[in-house]
């Protein structure tokens, strides 16, 4: 697994307009094509001060609902964000019902429409600290096992969590969970 970093300061303290954004999603879907799948892209929002509903909408929001089908395998997230920049990109990806991973001082969190239920498949995946089968998951967090399946199918084709094959201790081909890598 590789991160690679893209710097949205570079075009600015202050995002606004559908229209600033979709050169930059061009640049992005250009670094997305660049990598492998298992790859990291951390966009990093240091040095933005603010960007608008629409700047976010554009930019987050088209880019993930694209990413499993255009770019499959990679995952997208984003850090430095500030409580204005967060609060439109939270509201954004709500209103797309999208989700994407946060990384802040170091710590993995969801932002965007995220229900319970995600968020404690999510922590579940961190907490294992490695790839996890759903029936594991399944047990430790109390859900039945179709349930669980479900969960972890939504997260997958969200670019949330990345799904590989195994082998269980019998032998059996299964599918483990993890979170990027």
């Not at 204005?84 to 965007?112: H, V």
Request: net charge positive.
């Amino acid at each position: 697994m590789m991160e690679k970093r893209f710097a949205l300061g570079q075009f600015g303290p202050q995002l606004w307009t559908r229209e600033k954004a979709r050169p930059i999603r061009s640049r992005l879907g250009d670094v997305l094509e660049s990598l492998k799948a298992g790859d990291v892209l951390a966009i990093d929002a240091s040095g933005v001060e603010v960007f608008d509903f629409s700047f976010a909408a554009e930019l987050f929001g088209k880019t993930l609902s694209t990413l499993g089908v255009e770019y499959p395998g990679r995952f997208l997230i984003v850090e430095g964000l500030t409580d204005c920049t967060r609060e439109n990109l939270n509201q954004a990806l709500e209103g797309s019902n999208l989700l994407m991973i946060e990384r802040k001082g170091g710590r993995l969190g969801l932002l965007g429409k995220v229900h319970p239920a995600d968020e404690a498949t999510f922590a579940g995946i961190l907490k294992a600290g490695e790839a996890v089968s759903a029936g594991a998951l399944s047990q430790k967090l109390d859900v039945n096992l179709t349930a669980m399946n479900e969960r972890l199918s939504k997260l997958s084709s969200m670019g949330i969590v990345r799904r590989e094959k195994s082998s269980s201790a019998s032998g059996r081909e299964q599918y483990v969970y993890k979170v990027m890598g």
